[in-house]
């Protein structure tokens, strides 16, 4: 199983950008998908996570602003993030807790990380 993210890049405070998260391999069903980012000098922090079920929760920082939401018959996750602050910045990292079968057990993966830069 891999997850490849892309999507980030140089934008203005106040832009937008889409990060999206392609998941392939033996893959059953995708339980839970994550955005987490990292700034330089800092740790690893959660940015938005997403249930199967369609439950989701945000950082406070960015409620508001960003959406988390999964395309699962294209094995898709997506990060819409509006008003862009450059505190924003940071490396994006994807992340899922996917069934490889129809057992109940799951395993995370992560994707490699898409850089974000927002400009003031």
């Known amino acids: 199983v891999q997850l490849q993210a892309s999507g980030g890049g140089l934008v203005q405070a106040g832009g937008s950008l889409r990060l999206s998260c392609a998941a392939s391999?033996?893959?059953?069903?995708?339980?839970?998908t994550g955005w987490y980012r990292q700034a330089p000098g800092k740790q690893r922090e959660l940015v938005a996570r997403?249930?199967?079920?369609?439950?989701?929760n945000y950082a406070d920082s960015v409620k508001g602003r960003f959406t988390i939401s999964r395309d699962n018959a294209k094995k898709m996750v997506y990060l819409q993030m509006n008003s862009l602050k450059p505190e924003d910045t940071a490396v994006y990292y994807c992340?899922?807790?996917?069934?490889?079968?129809?057992?109940?057990?799951?395993?995370?993966?992560w994707g490699q990380g898409t850089q974000v830069t927002v400009s003031s």
């Open positions: 992340n899922a807790d996917i069934r490889r079968d129809s057992g109940t057990n799951t395993f995370r993966y």
């Open positions: 391999g033996s893959i059953f069903s995708i339980v839970t």
């Open positions: 997403q249930t199967d079920g369609g439950n989701t």
